[in-house]
């Protein structure tokens, strides 16, 4: 009888046989830290969006009088609708866009993201006039869409890019952005537009912002699809 010798395995205290030489080492990409960064700035710009308008409110009442109820609680609530419909959307279409997600993976939904994002920033340049705040609702409306596709997506990122002892990390600095824009949000727009009663003022200074963020928002659409 002819005996064959096997290469015996270690085993662990438990008596069971150790496998883990087996599965194959995880590569790791230099560009994710670069893909981490890139990701963390765009939510940042989402998220600059959401407060930008609310942060100088009597000025957007003030602009978009000809466009806005007569009723002052109307009007107030107009206006909060501005940041509320962020909210509203993340409720209604996180579970489908858990779903996109899914199917159609990372990159798909981090585009798709950062497309309407830059598409809701141009609208609102679009919106400058005092008679289009239903324009500049739509263009809030179109950002609000783009954080759902996104804001879930820093975990899944650093859990599917980065090895277990960078996980933690990688989080941190894709929500970090967020924080960023949120900073952003309440100390740039009251800079770039002050109150003002001359109205031909308000519409230039809004302009000036909305072409800004729009511009940003490109950039980093643009950036996502040639880096990732």
């Avoid at 924080?179 to 309440?186: E, L, N, P």
């Amino acid at each position: 009888m002819v005996t064959m010798s096997v290469q015996e395995k270690p085993m662990l205290l438990n008596g069971e046989v150790d496998n883990t030489k087996d599965q194959p080492e995880s590569r790791l990409y230099k560009r994710r830290w670069i893909i981490i960064f890139v990701f963390s700035f765009y939510l940042s710009s989402n998220a600059f969006q959401w407060l930008s308008l609310n942060i100088i409110g009597d000025v957007i009442l003030t602009f978009y009088n000809a466009s806005l109820p007569e009723d002052e609680l109307k009007r107030d609530m107009s206006l909060d609708w501005l940041s509320l419909i962020y909210m509203l959307t993340y409720v209604t279409l996180i579970f489908p866009s858990m779903w996109f997600l899914q199917k159609k993976g990372l990159r798909v939904s981090t585009l798709c993201g950062a497309f309407l994002n830059a598409i809701g920033a141009w609208i609102k340049v679009a919106s400058v006039n005092s008679d289009r705040f239903g324009v500049l609702m739509f263009g809030q409306t179109m950002c609000a869409i783009a954080q759902v596709f996104t804001l879930s997506l820093p975990a899944r990122i650093a859990a599917v890019w980065f090895g277990p002892n960078e996980v933690s990390t990688a989080t941190a600095i894709g929500i970090f952005g967020i924080q960023i824009g949120h900073a952003m949000g309440f100390v740039v727009p009251p800079i770039i537009v002050p109150h003002s009663e001359i109205i031909e003022d308000i519409g230039q200074n809004l302009s000036t912002m909305f072409y800004i963020s729009a511009g940003v928002s490109t950039i980093y659409f643009v950036v996502l699809i040639a880096d990732w």
